[in-house]
């Protein structure tokens, strides 16, 4: 699958471009991926900054694009999804069931889970458990839309600490510091099915 997100509103990305880019990346993608997973942009105060020209996606042009979108994904082959943004696209044909969803990984592995609940991520989120990597302030495409960045100079001088073969993503460990490895465990469920 690939993602068309975040979709936001401005001066130059209107709905109708919205839905003329998606027609024509659905248009290449076509007979290569069957999913898309959309969402609208999350105006976090860092995003505000640095993207003062972004406004909030009304509900209209929410429906509007949630509508066009689904369209075109069924003349394309190609099923929508919605990330953490709720049910209301669903009536649409957009499939909000997550995009991280225990089907998904089901279906990408061809086998069955075991998975241990946990609480999702954030609000309207249906995926199963999953951990963010990485840290604030070192991404140096500095898109305005990006909610990990609060400083640009900051991130330069993160990006100047970066050491390729440090196990860290900004320097090096000091004396004393100690690198715990995750908690890895399988949750592949061992019990065949009818079929295997």
Known sequence: ????DPIFIDSTYTVERH????????????GYTSVCVISFIDLYEKVWRNFPQVRIVTQQERLAIGRAFA??????GITVKACAEGKELAQFGVDCSGCMTQQTFETAIGGRLE??????????????LGSDIGAYDTCGHFCRYCYANSDHE???????LHD?????????LRAGEIIHPAKQTSWLDGQLTLFQ
């Open 1 to 4: 699958g690939w993602r068309y």
């Open 19 to 30: 839905i003329a880019d998606f027609t024509q990346m659905c248009r290449i993608l076509s």
């Open 71 to 76: 369209e075109i994904g069924r003349q394309y």
């Open 115 to 128: 998975i241990p609940k946990g609480k999702p991520q954030r609000a309207e989120c249906s995926c199963i």
């Open 154 to 160: 900051k991130v330069r001088r993160n990006m100047q």
């Open 164 to 172: 390729p073969d440090s196990p860290l993503l900004i320097g090096t």
